[in-house]
């Protein structure tokens, strides 16, 4: 199964038959939405292939750089339209350990918000804590680099790797984003309630904003008010929907 999704995958990228959804993500305090989440899908032959199934794959087959370079020049072509549109969404992109460590990274996304003419505030990237500790000293320069470009940065899945508190001093990032997992019971399970709001006290003592993502309870979203969390995203807002639902999903507005 693996091979065939690897051969399909390479046919797939060649012809670009893959399609970015988005999640949006709420201001908890505001109630509103300004920046959401890209996700990448693929229906092969109509039939929904999970990203679980093929981005593992294409990690190891090499295939996340192309596959990379689509989901940014889709989503810097989407950030585009909206900024067009005085939408002004921001995107949160996420980005691969292998596509973070090209050396040519941060050229690329200098090129292409000159490009697409897109403001940086308007663009996020999300990096996991693995992706930047593999090469610390390097990952650093990265962040810095990105960072005076202007645009926003985000440790993804934040508590699920190294999550080493010194690293956090040095890494000019914007956000931190819980990890799902810890969100998943922590309306009834009183060690992920006494993680997610360590971490949430963690990020304000250090003057960052922070998301949790896959909220899809009531009771999940009353914790994590009581924690401060500035953002969610998860199942109890929306789904990730493609381009012209999420503008109507805008329009519709947001009611708790």
């Not at 190294?162 to 997992?181: A, C, H």
Request: some cysteine; hydrophobic content about 45%.
């Amino acid at each position: 199964q693996q091979l065939h999704i690897a051969r399909r995958l390479d046919t797939a990228i060649e012809k670009q038959q893959f399609e970015l959804y988005f999640q949006p993500k709420m201001h908890l305090k505001s109630q509103t939405i300004n920046s959401c989440e890209c996700l990448i899908r693929w229906f092969d032959d109509g039939k929904f292939v999970s990203p679980a199934q093929f981005i593992p794959i294409a990690e190891h087959s090499g295939f996340i750089l192309p596959l990379g370079e689509w989901i940014l020049d889709s989503a810097f072509a989407q950030a585009k339209k909206w900024h067009q549109q005085n939408l002004n969404i921001r995107l949160a992109i996420n980005i691969s350990a292998r596509q973070f460590t090209q050396q040519d990274f941060v050229q690329s996304i200098k090129q292409r918000l000159a490009h697409f003419n897109v403001p940086a505030h308007l663009i996020e990237l999300e990096i996991t804590e693995t992706a930047i500790m593999d090469d610390e000293e390097f990952g650093i320069s990265v962040l810095q680099a990105l960072s005076a470009l202007g645009i926003s940065l985000s440790i993804d899945d934040f508590g699920t790797g190294y999550s080493s508190l010194g690293y956090l001093q040095r890494f000019p990032v914007n956000k931190l984003k819980i990890d799902q997992s810890f969100v998943r019971n922590m309306a009834t399970d009183t060690r992920d309630q006494a993680l997610v709001l360590s971490i949430c006290q963690l990020a304000k003592n250090l003057g960052l904003d922070i998301i949790a993502e896959g909220v899809e309870e009531h009771a999940q979203l009353e914790k994590l008010k009581e924690y401060n969390c500035d953002l969610i995203q998860g199942y109890l807002l929306s789904r990730p929907i493609p381009a012209n639902e999420f503008e109507a999903f805008l329009a519709k507005g947001v009611s708790f």
